[in-house]
């Protein structure tokens, strides 16, 4: 039940790109991504909707297969400051959410 | 406005011991969640309460157990403890908690001796 999450960790230099993709064994109607930084809780990042629809605070895209159960977390140019780990999951239904065992992001300058 | 509070930060207990954490969401929201995070395991969720009941529970053992006051402050206690139970334990709040997004609190470091 808990989504997978690819890859397990990633090093980056300043301005490289990343993907991460998050896949689910049962049926998605959206998608929420987390970020947890070092000794700081996780913080939303975007949810996305049935039928392509993105609420996020940040610049980051992402993309959501219906078909294929997937999710893909774009992180451009990145920057010090992406670094953390990300955790995806399904949204509260059943009124719990079930997260990812998370992706560590590390940017290097 | 204030984020989710949870207290305490940090505690430490021997086997065998109880614990009580507790957890005050954002003004207005109605949702309480539970998880605990370890190295290896990664984010699990505990339990969910809504308007002072639990509408959906983790795989987890009877000791750990939670509730909900009218205010929609949380507290989850642990029974017995064991060194496994050692995690950093974070509860999250949500208006209503089924499609919107979670704010977590800073945790409660639990560390079982």
């Known amino acids: 039940q808990q989504p997978v999450q690819s890859p397990q960790a990633v090093i980056l230099r300043e301005g490289e790109d990343a993907v991460i993709n998050c896949s689910s064994s049962k049926a998605l109607y959206s998608v929420h991504w987390y970020r947890q930084k070092h000794g700081e809780a996780p913080v939303f990042l975007m949810i996305?909707?049935?039928?392509?629809e993105q609420k996020g605070h940040e610049k980051i895209s992402a993309s959501f297969n219906e078909k294929k159960q997937q999710s893909s977390l774009y992180l451009t140019a990145s920057q010090l400051s992406y670094s953390g780990t990300y955790f995806c999951?399904?949204?509260?239904?059943?009124?719990?959410?079930?997260f990812g065992a998370g992706t560590r992001l590390f940017v290097k300058a | 406005k204030a984020g989710v509070t949870q207290t305490p930060r940090y505690l430490i207990k021997t086997r065998g011991q109880q614990v009580t954490l507790s957890c005050s969401p954002i003004s207005g929201h109605r949702s309480v969640s539970w998880y605990q995070q370890t190295p290896g395991q990664g984010l699990q969720f505990l339990f969910e309460?809504?308007?002072?009941?639990?509408?959906n529970k983790g795989n987890f053992p009877g000791r750990f157990s939670g509730r909900q006051f009218s205010n929609s402050r949380s507290e989850m206690n642990v029974s017995t403890l064991e060194l496994g139970d050692s995690a950093l334990y974070l509860c999250a709040s949500a208006r209503q908690g089924d499609t919107g997004e979670l704010f977590f609190g800073e945790g409660s470091r639990l560390t079982v001796l």
């Open positions: 996305l909707l049935k039928g392509g």
């Open positions: 999951g399904p949204p509260p239904g059943g009124f719990k959410t079930i």
């Open positions: 309460y809504f308007s002072e009941t639990q509408r």
